[in-house]
């Protein structure tokens, strides 16, 4: 129960880094920005892993998760403008 707590508050902190250093207003709630920092330490983690920075098992840093939801935030805004 408290790793699955962990993963939720760093999910938020980095949702919130990531929201606040994109340019843009983008519009969602707590949850969508906790499943924002998630996905984006899962996809800095999966490109970590495939560029050889990360071993299998290895936490990946703040700074690649705030990043991986910042590449997030770019693909979820061109996607919405599609629409």
Do not use: C, H, N, Q
Request: charged share 15%; aromatic share 10%; no cysteine.
């Amino acid at each position: 129960m408290m790793a699955f707590l962990g993963t939720v508050f760093v999910g938020l902190i980095v949702g919130l880094l990531a929201r606040a250093i994109k340019p843009g207003d983008d519009k969602m709630g707590w949850i969508m920005t906790i499943i924002l920092g998630v996905l984006g330490a899962l996809l800095a983690g999966y490109m970590g892993r495939a560029m050889g920075f990360y071993r299998a098992g290895e936490p990946v840093g703040w700074i690649a998760s705030i990043i991986g939801a910042i590449v997030l935030l770019f693909i979820y805004d061109a996607v919405r403008r599609k629409r």
